[in-house]
């Protein structure tokens, strides 16, 4: 990933404003993947011609999104299979191999609390670990479509 200094270096330089920016400051929010080259109005002159494709090579790939975890509590209705079937239940969880569900003390990444499951700790799913295989078993066995994993 490129410094946005050097970013600056294929920018126009000229701090016209109209990105509402400075150079700069538009160098900063590209390197940051706020903004896109194309957002430069300047860029698309013919005297800038190849600078948007130069940044574009700077800038690399775009950084896939984390993967993350949404539970619409209007779908839950706190079977708990999710939690009976969580891969990091049951790869850390005695109970929860055992089927019998974790334990109050035991660290989850969600239980289910007065009728519906809460997310306690998102950041033990599996999803979240870079080199892992993308677990997708509470989501496949939810019964009602209330998790979805990006
Ligand atoms: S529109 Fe382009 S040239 Fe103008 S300030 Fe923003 S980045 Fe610089
Ligand atoms: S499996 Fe689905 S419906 Fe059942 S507790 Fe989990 S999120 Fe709620
Ligand atoms: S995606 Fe995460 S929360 Fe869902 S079953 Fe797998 S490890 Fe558990």
Known sequence: MATPDELLEFLPGSDCGQCGLTCAEFAAALSRGDLAPE???????????GFIDALHELLGPPAA??????????RCNGCGICVAMCEYHL???????????????????????NGAVVVLRQ???????QAA??????????????????
């Not at 999104?65 to 209007?74: E, G, N, Q, R, V």
């Not at 993308?134 to 994993?149: E, F, M, R």
């Open 65 to 74: 999104p984390a993967p993350a975890m949404h539970l619409d509590p209007d």
């Open 123 to 129: 950041d033990l799913c599996t999803r979240l670990i």
């Open 91 to 113: 790869g850390n969880c005695d109970e929860a191999r055992l089927g019998r569900g974790p334990r109050p003390a035991d660290r989850v990444v969600f239980k289910v609390v």
């Open 39 to 49: 957002d430069c109005p300047v860029l698309h002159e013919p005297d800038f011609a």
């Open 133 to 150: 295989e993308k677990c997708n078993k509470c989501a496949d066995h939810c019964p009602t479509g209330a998790i979805t994993l990006t």
